[in-house]
């Protein structure tokens, strides 16, 4: 197969049909030194485009340099296919405060995320200066990438804290089939898709009017919101079929809105929250998941989500430690992540089964022209 293409108008990894492995890794600049991050960032450049393509992070990388220094590419990768790689960037609210003379490019969107009822946030698990996330259909690949990019950055990075994913539980376009989180539903069926064009534009990328003056350089940009949700899966295992059903609006097996009689159901038939079921009742009930996330519940408001399920082993306690890592990339977090996290926050009947345990938000610039790189770009 074909490699993502790594430069273009955005950057890969946001509309790329979602992969089916991710490490996401964040990251504080250590160096007080504005010319070695804008270094690196060209370097970074430099690795991200190449293991892209499949090649290795730097030429000769692994044995070409000779016995007597430690190779430029640590190896684990070289026999293996390009596997859709994407390698996305993404900058902090930190990054600005001025450190490396970038606070004038702050774009106005850019501040931390509110707290919401119910947070448990670790903040060894919370924020960053940048992040990284590298999907591919090989768990390796993607953890090879991330691994390269932290060695080049030695010195002038660290590593605040970092995700692995092993299964998609979204998808990002309409080729895809939708596949299911660990509670057992498939997630993604309204997600916005690559091929909703008219979505994109209003929903996930920065227009030019967004950011004006110095913030210029994130139009074509999205805000990528991450949290690491724990989803208490031993409590769900034993909780009935109908009102695991109940709870997010939808059926189990087919994934259809519940107001659709069984033989009837549908993936991708629209919901229906004016339906009604034997006892007069909504049957997508007042406090289910999706009816609290749907657009004609926040003023039109959508996100494109792309998380990955997780298990981190387990909490000492006898319970796995598993979840969701939600990821979501908006035009502006504050007026889409934010209002439809206070809804869900709230009033949705599955905070009862979750633990929002970590938080970010970074902004992700657009795409790279033909000779330009991440360091030129924000600089
Ligand atoms: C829909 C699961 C957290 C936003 C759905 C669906 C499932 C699901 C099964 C229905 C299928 C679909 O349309 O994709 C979960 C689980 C979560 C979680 C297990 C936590 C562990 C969140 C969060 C947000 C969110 C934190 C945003 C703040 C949405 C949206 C929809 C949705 C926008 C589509 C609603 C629609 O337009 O029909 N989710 N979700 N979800 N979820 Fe979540």
Same mark, same amino acid.
């Given at each position: 197969?074909?490699?993502?293409?790594?430069?273009?108008?955005?950057?890969?990894?946001?509309?790329?049909?979602?992969? !089916?492995?991710?490490?996401?890794?964040?990251? !504080?600049?250590?160096?007080?030194?504005?010319?070695?991050?804008?270094?690196?960032?060209?370097?970074?450049?430099?690795?991200?485009?190449?293991?892209?393509?499949?090649?290795?992070? @730097?030429?000769?990388?692994?044995?070409?340099?000779?016995?007597?220094?430690?190779?430029?590419?640590?190896?684990?990768?070289?026999?293996?296919?390009?596997?859709?790689?994407?390698?996305?960037?993404?900058?902090?609210?930190?990054?600005?405060?001025?450190?490396?003379?970038?606070?004038?490019?702050?774009?106005?969107?850019?501040?931390?995320?509110?707290?919401?009822?119910?947070?448990?946030?670790?903040?060894?698990?919370?924020?960053?200066?940048?992040?990284?996330?590298?999907?591919? &259909?090989?768990?390796?690949? @993607?953890?090879? %990438?991330?691994?390269?990019?932290?060695?080049?950055?030695?010195?002038?990075?660290?590593?605040?804290?970092?995700?692995?994913?092993?299964?998609?539980?979204?998808?990002?376009?309409?080729?895809?089939?939708?596949?299911? $989180?660990?509670?057992?539903?498939?997630?993604?069926?309204?997600n916005i898709k690559a091929e909703d064009s008219d979505a994109l534009t209003k929903h996930v990328?920065? &227009?030019?009017? &967004?950011?004006?003056?110095?913030?210029?350089?994130?139009?074509?940009?999205?805000?990528?919101?991450?949290?690491?949700?724990?989803?208490?899966?031993?409590?769900?295992?034993?909780?009935?079929?109908?009102?695991?059903?109940?709870?997010?609006?939808?059926?189990?097996?087919?994934?259809?809105?519940?107001?659709?009689?069984?033989?009837?159901?549908?993936?991708?038939?629209?919901?229906?929250?004016? %339906?009604?079921? @034997?006892?007069?009742?909504?049957?997508?009930?007042?406090?289910?998941?999706?009816?609290?996330?749907?657009?004609?519940?926040?003023?039109?408001?959508r996100?494109l989500?792309?998380?990955? $399920?997780?298990?981190?082993?387990?909490?000492?306690?006898?319970?796995?430690?598993?979840?969701?890592?939600?990821? @979501?990339?908006?035009? !502006?977090?504050?007026?889409?992540?934010?209002?439809?996290?206070? %809804?869900?926050?709230?009033?949705?009947?599955? $905070?009862?089964?979750?633990?929002?345990?970590?938080?970010?938000?970074?902004?992700?610039?657009?795409?790279?022209?033909? &000779?330009?790189?991440?360091?030129?770009?924000?600089?």
């Open positions: 197969a074909e490699p993502v293409p790594f430069r273009g108008e955005h950057q890969a990894g946001i509309v790329t049909p979602a992969q !089916d492995r991710m490490h996401f890794v964040a990251l !504080d600049v250590v160096t007080k030194d504005p010319a070695e991050l804008r270094l690196l960032l060209k370097e970074w450049t430099r690795a991200a485009e190449r293991m892209t393509y499949g090649a290795e992070a @730097a030429p000769g990388g692994v044995v070409g340099g000779g016995p007597y220094q430690p190779p430029a590419d640590t190896g684990e990768a070289l026999d293996l296919p390009p596997s859709n790689l994407t390698i996305t960037i993404g900058y902090g609210p930190s990054l600005f405060d001025g450190r490396f003379g970038l606070a004038g490019r702050k774009p106005e969107a850019l501040h931390d995320l509110p707290g919401f009822v119910g947070d448990d946030l670790d903040p060894a698990r919370s924020g960053g200066d940048l992040c990284i996330q590298a999907c591919a &259909d090989d768990p390796q690949v @993607a953890v090879h %990438a991330i691994r390269n990019l932290i060695r080049i950055g030695l010195g002038v990075i660290s590593v605040r804290w970092s995700q692995l994913g092993f299964g998609r539980t979204s998808s990002t376009s309409t080729s895809q089939t939708t596949p299911r $989180n660990l509670f057992g539903f498939k997630d993604g069926t309204a990328w920065v &227009d030019p009017a &967004d950011v004006p003056g110095n913030a210029a350089w994130m139009a074509g940009g999205s805000y990528l919101v991450t949290r690491r949700i724990r989803m208490h899966i031993e409590v769900w295992d034993r909780t009935p079929l109908q009102e695991q059903e109940d709870i997010f609006g939808r059926d189990k097996a087919v994934g259809a809105s519940l107001h659709l009689p069984v033989d009837k159901r549908d993936e991708f038939a629209p919901l229906d929250f004016e %339906a009604k079921g @034997a006892d007069n009742q909504p049957r997508i009930p007042m406090a289910a998941h999706v009816r609290l996330a749907h657009q004609s519940q926040l003023g039109g408001i996100i989500r792309r998380g990955y $399920n997780f298990t981190d082993g387990s909490d000492g306690s006898g319970h796995l430690d598993a979840g969701l890592f939600f990821v @979501a990339f908006v035009r !502006d977090a504050h007026k889409q992540f934010v209002p439809m996290q206070q %809804a869900l926050a709230r009033a949705d009947v599955l $905070n009862e089964y979750i633990e929002h345990t970590g938080s970010a938000l970074f902004a992700a610039p657009p795409g790279l022209g033909t &000779d330009d790189d991440w360091g030129t770009q924000l600089f």
